[in-house]
Structure formats: structure tokens, C-alpha cells
């Protein structure tokens, strides 16, 4: 007997591939990349079977999309006459007020004015990154690269390798290692330091789902919309769903330029608070001279 409920399938990502060679699949060990028969049809086997997929994907195509429409903006808006402070032109105009917004608001006021400089080019291509694979999900037979997971954590890994970089360079590795105790005493460190550690891989971890659930559930939500009118077969039903629909797009593209500027916004945080963490152990050095030569001067001078 055939059942009275509807199935939805909603994939969390595409398994479409734009360009798909046997070459591509990497066995991991003999016989794991074989094509088999499932009840969808003929698949390859995953990276759980054995089989590393370096297929080009849909969400990959858009990524390299996202790139090249990146590097055409700066190409056709950026200012290349260094003689000319003042941009000109609509487009011009609103770069100049994105790239100013994220040297002002995200890099220095989150890093400070001495370091904050150093990272405004990552930060920027982060931000833009972000906000033209989040703009093409909106465009029909488009897809959403930020949806995919593997995509968000690939650029949460990228901040996390700046965020240990900024961390290091600001404390020296000694200094940076010496933070992993948190400062207690040695007979706690045992407790403190996989602590530690595990605040570490919990920022990279919070941007990866920040950014992957937030793109994902708006376009569930759309989905679910329009799919109502398929699903109820009554011309009634588009009177309702196409208005909502429409109002989760306009709120879809607000949501494009907010997870862009919270996931830089957020990239800065953390990397300001490894350079942080540098300038204290620095100060801690000062406060506690007694371990130099100027500590015997001051008993001297004392004297």
C-alpha cells in the first residue's frame, strides 16, 4: 500500500558534479572508487568507502565564479591612478565605503592601530569572498557555495591558520606555548592545557556552522515555500507562497551581506585577541623585572 505521506529529500550538498572524469577519484585503497548500483542509480563511492572524489563541482564552479567577479570589481572600480584621491562614480564610491568600513571598524578597532593594518587584506578578501558566493545563490540555476560545508570550514581553517600565525608572531612560540597553561600552576597543566587547546579548535568549529547553517536554512526555507504549490496542487496556494517567498528573497539578500560581514567581523576578533595575548605576555614581562639585571639596580638603589 502506497503511504498517505509526501517525502521531502533536502541534500545539505549538492553531489552534482559540473565536470566529472574516472581519473578524478582517487582510491585509497584497491577497488574502493568501482561505480555501484543504489536505489538512485549508479554512484560513486565517498570518502568514507575509500574514494578521495576530486571532482569539480557545482559549488566549485561557483567558488572560481565568485573569484573571477571578484577580481573584475577591483579590476573595473579600484583606483589605479594613485594621483587621484577621490573616486569617482556610484560603484567607486560604495568599494571605497566597504574597504574603509573593514580597515576602520573590523581591523582596528578589533586589532589595534599598530598591527590591525597587517591583516585588512585578508579580512577584506574574506569579506568579499564571502559576499559574491552568497549574491550568486541568489541568481536562479545558481548555487550557494556557503551552504556547503565543506566550503565554510575551508575558510574557517584559513582563519585559524592567520588567527595561530598572528598569535605566534605577536608572543614568540614560547610566549604562545606558555599561554596554553593559562597561567596555573604546572601540577594543572595536565587539565588546563587540552582546555586550552580545545578553546582553540572551537572558534574555526563556530564559523564553520555560523556560516554553513545560516545560508542553509534561508534557502530551505524558500524552498519549502514554492514547493508548498506543488505539494498542495492548488493555484490558491501560489497567492500565498510566491508573497512569502518573495519576502524570504529580499530577506535572503540581507542575510548575504550580514554572514559576510560577521564572519570577518568575527576572523578579526580572534586574531585580535592572539595579538592580545602577545602584548600581555609581554606586559607580564615588564611587571615582573626581578628576572634581569635591573632588578639588582633597583636593590642598590634601594641601598
Known amino acids: 500500500m502506497d503511504s498517505p ?35 538512485h542509480g549508479e554512484e560513486i563511492p565517498g ?21 573571477l567577479l571578484l577580481m573584475a570589481t577591483l579590476f573595473i572600480w579600484g583606483n589605479r591612478d594613485k594621483t587621484k584621491l577621490v573616486p569617482r562614480g556610484a560603484g567607486a564610491n560604495i568599494l571605497e565605503m566597504l574597504v574603509l568600513f573593514v580597515r576602520d571598524e573590523l581591523a582596528i578597532k578589533n586589532i589595534g ?18 559576499l559574491f558566493m552568497n549574491m550568486l545563490g541568489m541568481v536562479p540555476w545558481m548555487a550557494t557555495a556557503t551552504g556547503n560545508l565543506a566550503v565554510t570550514m575551508a575558510l574557517a581553517l584559513c582563519t585559524f591558520v592567520i588567527t595561530q600565525v598572528a598569535g605566534i608572531r605577536a608572543a614568540g612560540l614560547g610566549g604562545y606555548l606558555k599561554h596554553l597553561t593559562g597561567g596555573v600552576a604546572p601540577w594543572l597543566w595536565p587539565i588546563m592545557v587540552p582546555v586550552e587547546v580545545l578553546g582553540l579548535f572551537t572558534k574555526p568549529f563556530a564559523l564553520t556552522m555560523r556560516l554553513f547553517a545560516n545560508m542553509l536554512a534561508g534557502h530551505i526555507v524558500y524552498f519549502f515555500l514554492l514547493g508548498l504549490i506543488f505539494l498542495l496542487g ?70
Do not use: N
Not at 553531489?15 to 543504489?38: E, N, S
Not at 568514507?48 to 565568485?66: E, N, P, R
Open 5 to 39: 505521506y509526501l517525502e521531502i529529500e533536502v541534500p545539505l550538498s549538492s553531489p552534482i558534479h559540473a565536470f566529472d572524469f574516472p581519473q578524478w577519484h582517487v582510491p585509497l585503497k584497491a577497488g574502493a572508487c568501482a561505480p555501484r548500483m543504489t536505489e
Open 113 to 130: 592601530k599598530e598591527e590591525g593594518p597587517r591583516y585588512v587584506p585578508f579580512l577584506l578578501t574574506v569579506f568579499f569572498f564571502i
Open 47 to 67: 570518502l568514507m568507502d575509500g574514494c578521495l572524489d576530486l571532482s569539480i563541482t557545482k559549488h566549485t564552479v561557483m567558488m572560481w565564479l565568485a573569484a
Open 234 to 303: 492548488h493555484p490558491a496556494v501560489a497567492a500565498v507562497s510566491v508573497p512569502f517567498a518573495f519576502a524570504i528573497f529580499l530577506l535572503e539578500l540581507f542575510v548575504a551581506f550580514v554572514q559576510a560581514y560577521v564572519f570577518a567581523m568575527l576572523s578579526a576578533l580572534f586574531i585580535g585577541m592572539s595579538v592580545a595575548m602577545g602584548h600581555h605576555h609581554d606586559d607580564h614581562g615588564h611587571d615582573h623585572p626581578e628576572a634581569g639585571p635591573s632588578h639588582d639596580q633597583g636593590k642598590a638603589h634601594h641601598a
